[in-house]
């Protein structure tokens, strides 16, 4: 049975307990961590990178699952697999073959990178806070009893429970508990537990709750919560008063870094496009790119944001410089040669790092797009998830043949809430028909115009595929 103790105050010989423990040979005993106590090894600039990016593909993942209303099972699933791939951590029942020190070392010193890069503003905070909870939470349903209570254990966490004899005297109230003989009751302050509180589901009495062991996890999750909160806190102000000139750069770099990856990844999916064989693909274009492609139809030009945004784009679809030039020719119908060189061509080509500082531009991905250069009366260039009011966004979903209003309010209420790139991964899902989580098509959170024409391109192949299989049958 977990013994209690009068007090949950984490005092400082828990702390020092937890430093050594850290600097042990069992370093981690447990999967959890409460992340009390920062890493004090030395580590290479190249884990602190890679660390804290494979932690960010496990949290952008989680909240894309969320935003996107997913079943629970479903997301513990999902998120199983993604944390397979950038941050394994396996339990301690796993086999042998799994190196549990190295993985909990990387789970322990990502958390950390990342609550320094996510302490800078109050934003930051509030989605880090909640990602690293939904995490937390995850892993936490995850373990069995024997490990939940070993851990809390030895983080000092300790609630005072109701002797038999209070039992019994209560048995009246807290009855309704479906396993009341053998149930441990905590007498909780009744703010640690609103979730419970609110849903009614515990007992109140002159300020305390009466919570059976059969909820722990609504007061674990208080207590990291409320831990975590205060450390941002902490880290905030501490940015504030140092502005530590070593770190800060890290730490942009780390930004730069995400993005840049999802920058430079290949998303060639046509072998040897042309000038003409665009057209064909527009089928596969994301929302921001539909919207760019039609008025350039309609009006024949584009303006030179929505020029830069689409010509990289065409970049990212793998045309060559003298494709793109002849593509936009095209496109370009009445402009006369002369004019369509002097005035577009060169641009065109710098794109393609083929003037001025002949740098090698990368197509934009959706947080440049969304972020950056946003437009001004007159231009269109942009997300149309951000750019467009929910009227005109509206109508432009039931142009592209969303006709559902629940798709439509669902994706209204995500631009509403600014999930720009949530909706997008929505309106992809309902536009292909992907309405089943557990179809294997299923995509993470778009992060890339180029990435969501790759995944078009991939799905209609797959399907292809199947239908021919089935037809040799
Ligand atoms: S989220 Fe990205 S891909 Fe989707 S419409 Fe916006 S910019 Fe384009």
């Not at 409320?226 to 890290?250: C, D, G, V, W």
């Amino acid at each position: 049975m977990y013994s209690i103790d009068k007090s949950n105050k984490r005092n400082l010989s828990s702390y020092s307990n937890e430093v050594k423990r850290h600097q042990g040979r069992n370093s981690y005993p447990h999967v959890l961590n409460f992340y009390g106590v920062p890493p004090t090894e030395e580590i290479t600039i190249d884990e602190f990178e890679s660390f804290a990016f494979d932690r960010m593909q496990v949290l952008k993942a989680l909240e894309g699952a969320i935003l996107r209303n997913k079943e629970e099972e479903e997301i513990k699933k999902h998120i199983d697999n993604i944390s397979n791939s950038w941050l394994p951590l396996h339990s301690n029942e796993s086999d042998k073959g799994y190196s549990l020190q190295e993985e909990r070392r990387k789970d322990h010193i990502s958390h950390f990178i990342l609550r320094l890069v996510y302490s800078r503003t109050e934003n930051l905070r509030t989605w880090f806070l909640k990602y690293e909870c939904a995490l937390f939470k995850l892993r936490f349903s995850r373990e069995n009893k024997e490990e939940r209570l070993s851990f809390l254990k030895d983080e000092n966490i300790t609630w005072k429970n109701l002797s038999q004899a209070e039992k019994e005297s209560m048995a009246n109230e807290l009855h309704w508990s479906s396993n009341f003989d053998e149930e441990t009751f905590f007498e909780i302050d009744f703010e640690k537990v609103p979730d419970l509180v609110a849903r009614r589901a515990v007992y109140l009495k002159k300020g305390k709750a009466y919570v059976p062991m059969a909820d722990l996890l609504s007061l674990v999750m208080y207590e990291f919560r409320q831990r975590l909160s205060k450390a941002l806190e902490l880290a905030s102000k501490s940015f504030i008063t140092s502005r530590n000139e070593r770190i800060m750069p890290m730490l942009d770099e780390i930004i730069k870094q995400y993005d840049g990856r999802m920058q430079t990844s290949n998303y060639s999916v046509v072998d040897d496009p042309t000038s003409d064989s665009v057209h064909q693909l527009v089928e596969h274009f994301p929302l921001c790119m539909q919207h760019l492609y039609q008025n350039l139809c309609e009006n024949l030009h584009l303006k030179h944001f929505a020029r830069i945004q689409f010509n990289l784009f065409l970049k990212g679809i793998g045309l060559t410089v003298d494709e793109a030039l002849a593509f936009w020719k095209k496109s370009f119908s009445n402009i006369d040669d002369a004019k369509f060189q002097k005035d577009y061509a060169y641009n065109i080509r710098h794109n393609y790092g083929a003037e001025g500082k002949r740098q090698d531009y990368k197509p934009l991905n959706c947080m440049s797009i969304i972020t950056k250069q946003r437009p001004n009366t007159g231009q269109i260039h942009g997300c149309p998830f951000r750019e467009f009011s929910p009227t005109n966004l509206r109508s432009k979903l039931v142009q592209m043949g969303v006709r559902n209003e629940e798709h439509i309010r669902e994706i209204l209420s995500l631009t509403d809430r600014e999930h720009y790139q949530v909706a997008c991964t929505k309106y992809f899902e309902i536009t292909k028909g992907l309405l089943d989580d557990n179809d294997e098509n299923m995509i993470e959170t778009i992060e890339h115009p180029n990435e969501y024409l790759k995944a078009s391109i991939s799905l209609k192949k797959n399907r292809m595929k199947m239908n021919n299989n089935k037809d040799d049958k």
